[in-house]
């Protein structure tokens, strides 16, 4: 479960991205937030996993406050969190293979990450990743030669080698093809109905959002302005 208690967030230029959001999001919901360019989708997902602080209010992760968490149980809390990018985010020059055993990598001590190597049990999970999303073919394959909508598998996989309970994806769509953006959702789905993992998704077209979610967050300025479940929501919120 994902709580956020009246939490706002003001840069350090004075912009207001959350204007005291109050939302309480079970584990397993599939929720996709939307809203304009500007309306603070980006800065709700940062917030939750803190990769910025917030400036005031309270988040809570499985009852844990991530707000005041520290050192080893920051990091604690957010190896139940994974993170999907826009830009997909992977280390390009590298094969798909380590690039989803980097999800592993806060389960090992520092040296071994180094030296770069990983049990078998976790070599043998992220075939697993990469098979779930069907991409076990490339396993070898440099990451920056992949299409889009194959890097974002790959970043799918990575995650799910993390296994994370949690997913926050940043407009993980919003450069792929039609064809693809399906595959990818299709994917989100797969691994939230299979795994029950809880998945916040931002999303800039609403289409997309009443495909997929079970319950659409309307953000605009900072606020919420529309929270319901996908029979309710309008073209206009
Ligand atoms: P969205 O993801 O919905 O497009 P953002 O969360 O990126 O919206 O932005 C919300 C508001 O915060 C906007 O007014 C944006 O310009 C502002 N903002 C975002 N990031 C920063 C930043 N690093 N510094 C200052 N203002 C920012
Ligand atoms: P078992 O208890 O036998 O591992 P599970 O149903 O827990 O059975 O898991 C089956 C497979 O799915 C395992 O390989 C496990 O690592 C993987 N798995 C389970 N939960 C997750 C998760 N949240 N993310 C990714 N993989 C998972």
Known sequence: MIKLQNVS??????????????????????VAIVGLSGAGKSTLLRSINRLHDISEGDILINGQSITKAKGSQLRMIRRNIGMIFQSFNLVK??????????????YHSTIR????????????LAFESLDRVNIAEK???????????QQQRVAIARVLAQEAQIILADE???SLDPLTTKQVMDDLKKINVEFGITTIVNLH???L?????????????????FDGP????????
């Open 9 to 30: 967030k003001t840069y350090q230029n004075g912009t207001k991205g959350l204007n005291n959001i109050n939302l309480t999001i079970p584990a397993g919901e599939f």
């Open 93 to 106: 020059r590298t094969t798909v293979l380590r690039n989803v055993l980097a999800g592993r990598v806060g």
């Open 113 to 124: 990450t180094i030296l770069g190597k990983f049990p078998q049990k976790d070599i043998d």
């Open 139 to 149: 396993a070898y394959t440099r990451a920056d030669q992949l299409s889009g909508g």
């Open 172 to 174: 993980p769509v919003a």
């Open 205 to 207: 077209f609403i289409d």
């Open 209 to 225: 959002a009443r495909e997929y979610a079970t319950r659409i967050i309307g953000l605009r300025a900072g606020e919420v302005v």
């Open 230 to 237: 996908v029979s309710e929501a309008t073209d206009e919120k």
